[in-house]
């Protein structure tokens, strides 16, 4: 069973910088592309970032330019460095493959103050 943990959420300004984590274990787990989503209150979850093990990305439009997504596979890490965040930014993120394959962990808060 693989259980996937994030963390690095908070509260920040509009305008400011937060770095997200992902570990992912689990008895030889290998991960394949992985994601991460977002859900905000009163919205479906959504697909913001991917990338391969081969380090190709995606991303959404309203995140382009502003969210970097990388992994250490060798660790089984997944980041997201978000810059210039915006309150609609505000949501809870998760990660998981994509398509997703793994129990949903408890994902990570993060509020963006205007």
């Known amino acids: 069973q693989v259980q996937l943990v994030e963390s690095g959420g908070g509260l920040v300004q509009a305008g400011g910088s937060l770095t997200l984590s992902c570990a992912a274990s689990?008895?030889?787990?290998?991960?394949?592309?992985m994601g991460w989503y977002r859900q905000a209150p009163g919205k479906a979850r959504e697909l913001v970032a991917a990338?391969?093990?081969?380090?190709?990305?995606n991303y959404a439009d309203s995140i382009k330019g502003r969210f970097t997504i990388s992994r250490d596979n060798a660790k089984n890490v997944v980041y997201l460095q978000m810059n210039m965040l915006k309150p609609e930014d505000t949501a809870v993120y998760y990660c998981?493959?994509?398509?997703?394959?793994?129990?949903w962990g408890q994902g990570t808060q993060v509020t963006v103050s205007s």
């Open positions: 990338i391969t093990r081969g380090a190709n990305t």
């Open positions: 689990g008895r030889a787990v290998r991960l394949n592309v």
């Open positions: 998981n493959e994509n398509p997703w394959r793994f129990p």
